[in-house]
């Protein structure tokens, strides 16, 4: 059963919210709750104190309203100084922002031919028509683009049953920290010590994209000879598929006469290559940025260690993860329906 009274449990904090919105971004409605109150009965000392207010201001808007009615309650327009600028400034800066450049306050303002204003005054100026923030790298696309992937989801389509399909990437890891904005306490900024001499070590990738399965294999170079010994630790991993299809990019190691000479000893794999300049089709490249922000802003002593944390970090890492990081059924290497009828 509901009580017959319920009382707003109100903080001294939240009191004074409360009392600060009635006076500042409500205070318009608030003019007329001080009509209807006075106009059921309430004085203006009784509405003044309700409201935090003045009795004399409250006397004013009810006055207001007996002249203007509720037309003279919003604010009024106030005199002040002219804006600085032309009223024409805010499209040209819109204008001049349309091009790609490292615009800062300092070069708008010459841009705009040196207007008579200071910097601060062009800063709030652009403020008001743009944000401060880095612009977004996309690949160069391939003319081909759909032409290759429509032929990919043909070959994929025309696989035997039970065969298996896999998408490949490399990337490196490197001894010097990848680093990331994180939050930090106040006050303290923190401190990612370089090594001194940067290491690098490859790593190759494969997701099966309908299972999920990442295998991966750390080697000291990128070369033809450790690609072919990648293919074929796949081929191992998958003794009963008649088919192990591997989707790459078009690096100079998937092109190479080594490899064409392995591929041509092991027929049963079938390596099919994207579009160029097409990183985005890939879902290897999804896991790589979620393993390289788990290891980012950490400094180990060695490049063995380095090497153990992106073990470690795929070790932990359930099949159902890798699907969802990769989002394979957004790429357009896939037919539809994939996954459930392979």
Not at 54 to 83: F, K, M, N, Q, Y
Not at 196 to 223: D, Y
Not at 268 to 292: C, F, H, T
Request: aromatic share 6%.
């Amino acid at each position: 059963m509901r009580p017959a009274h319920v009382y707003a449990n109100v903080s001294g904090e939240q009191h004074q919210q409360l009392v600060d919105a009635l006076h500042r971004q409500w205070r318009v409605a608030t003019r007329a709750v001080m009509v209807l109150l006075s106009a059921n009965g309430m004085s203006a000392g009784e509405i003044a104190e309700l409201l935090h207010y003045d009795p004399r201001t409250v006397r004013r808007w009810i006055t207001r309203h007996d002249t203007e009615g509720i037309a003279g309650l919003p604010d009024r327009p106030r005199s002040g100084r002219p804006r600085l600028g032309s009223p024409g400034l805010g499209d040209r800066i819109r204008r001049l922002l349309q091009t790609p450049k490292a615009w800062t306050t300092a070069r708008i303002w010459r841009a705009l031919g040196r207007p008579p204003l200071s910097l601060r005054t062009v800063h709030r100026r652009i403020r008001e028509h743009a944000r401060w923030s880095r612009p977004r790298l996309v690949a160069k696309s391939d003319p081909d683009h759909d032409t290759i992937c429509t032929d990919i989801r043909e070959q994929i389509t025309a696989l035997p049953t039970g065969s298996v399909v896999l998408a490949e990437d490399e990337t490196h890891l490197n001894l010097l920290a990848h680093v990331r904005a994180c939050w930090m306490p106040t006050g303290l900024r923190h401190r990612v010590m370089t090594p001194g001499k940067n290491i690098r070590r490859t790593i190759h990738g494969a997701i099966n994209l309908a299972t999920g399965a990442f295998h991966h294999h750390v080697s000291v170079h990128n070369v033809s000879v450790v690609f072919c010994y990648f293919l074929d630790q796949l081929l191992t991993a998958y003794p009963d598929a008649p088919v192990v299809a591997v989707i790459c990019d078009n690096g100079g190691t998937h092109l190479s006469g080594i490899t064409k000479q392995w591929l041509a000893n092991n027929p049963r794999l079938l390596l099919i290559r994207g579009a160029r300049y097409s990183p985005q089709d890939n879902p290897v490249e999804r896991i790589w940025a979620v393993m390289k922000q788990h290891i980012a802003n950490t400094a180990p002593a060695t490049i063995t260690d380095r090497v153990r944390q992106a073990h470690a970090f795929f070790r932990n890492r359930t099949h159902d993860q890798n699907l969802t990081t990769a989002a394979p059924w957004t790429s357009p290497w896939l037919p539809d329906g994939y996954g459930q009828n392979y």
